[in-house]
């Protein structure tokens, strides 16, 4: 297929992805259902998020001409993916690139996340048939030529001795922190809690940490993020809730809650479900120069920064981990 033809295949599939066809409400249904952490609202967020940042035919054509990809034809070449499966659809990207470039995939989909990017394949290759021989799904990722891995810490070190001999890009675990100043307004507060809470934040650009002034009042965020006591409602959120309070009330260390998220000071930049850590700061100068030490950080949000409330928002240049996929496909 030639590239304007990929991109109207793609634009295509987007217009699938927000119908209310059938089938299509009955994946998304049982998805959630065997992946409790895929709550309807978040599979239909990270579902509008790709349709109106990545499948817009001008998007599209202003991104591939930015790498002037008309100059590449599509060839055999292999990637291999290994998809991660912490939000729905996180793997997207990924897919989204290697079709649009033109090469061959393999695809190991999460356990966590297969339901959906394996319809959406199938619902392609029902659109187009000549894309039917170059995507492909496979427990073992053996005989590609190159690939690209998202993972945790731990993970990652197997996918470095496994694919450390093929050219490759390897994801390990990344988060995301807010640098606030005080003089946020409450639009922006609010905003923030969405940066924090979405996907009840499980994704690399959740934020876990905050870095705040010297006797910041958190009242107003606090309140903000009442917007999500909703959350106490679902067990394993709740679970976690209860789990890290209590932690919290047994070290005698200061602490604050609002009875659906805990803050909790502490140096660490990843925290778990539930919890905010925070970090005072006498010169923001400082905090972004010990940030670019970390090869953790995967965007900062503030004035300056990632607007708030765009965090779970990434366009097609927002790359995973800063690496520019299409480059190194293309490469």
């Not at 409790?36 to 599979?43: H, L, N």
């Not at 996907?199 to 903000?224: E, H, M, Q, S, W």
Request: charged letters at 25%; hydrophobic letters at 40%.
């Amino acid at each position: 297929m030639e590239l304007q033809e990929r991109i109207n295949l793609l634009v295509r599939l987007g217009q699938y992805m927000l119908s209310e066809n059938e089938e299509w409400m009955a994946i998304k249904e049982r998805a959630s259902r065997e992946n409790p952490w895929f709550v309807p609202q978040f599979i239909e967020l990270a579902i509008s998020n790709i349709c109106s940042e990545f499948l817009q035919k001008e998007k599209l054509e202003t991104w591939a001409e930015s790498y002037n990809l008309k100059a590449f034809q599509a060839d055999e070449a292999l990637v291999g993916i290994v998809m991660a499966g912490n939000i729905p659809l996180v793997g997207f990207h990924d897919f989204l690139c290697v079709l649009l470039c033109g090469k061959r995939m393999m695809i190991k989909a999460s356990s966590k996340d297969e339901i959906l990017i394996k319809h959406i394949v199938k619902k392609l290759l029902e659109l187009e048939e000549p894309v039917e021989d170059r995507i492909n799904f496979a427990q073992n990722l053996k005989g590609c030529d190159a690939y690209i891995a998202t993972g945790s810490n731990n993970s990652s070190r197997y996918f470095d001795y496994y694919f450390g001999k093929y050219p490759n890009i390897i994801r390990r675990n990344r988060t995301s922190v807010a640098i606030l100043d005080g003089t946020e307004t409450t639009e922006e507060l609010n905003a923030l809690a969405d940066d924090i809470q979405l996907y009840f934040g499980l994704g690399c650009r959740n934020v876990t940490k905050l870095y705040v002034p010297k006797n910041y009042d958190f009242i107003k965020l606090l309140d903000a993020l009442k917007k999500y006591e909703h959350y106490l409602d679902f067990h394993k959120y709740k679970h976690n809730y209860d789990y890290h309070l209590a932690i919290a009330m047994m070290s005698n260390k200061f602490y604050m809650n609002n009875d659906s998220v805990i803050f909790s000071e502490s140096e660490a930049l990843f925290s778990p479900v539930s919890q905010v850590h925070y970090e005072f700061y006498e010169d923001a100068k400082n905090i972004i120069s010990s940030l670019q030490k970390y090869n953790d950080v995967q965007c900062i949000v503030g004035h300056g920064f990632t607007a708030f409330g765009k965090a779970q928002q990434p366009s097609l240049k927002d790359y995973a981990d800063g690496i520019d996929t299409m480059q190194f496909l293309l490469g």
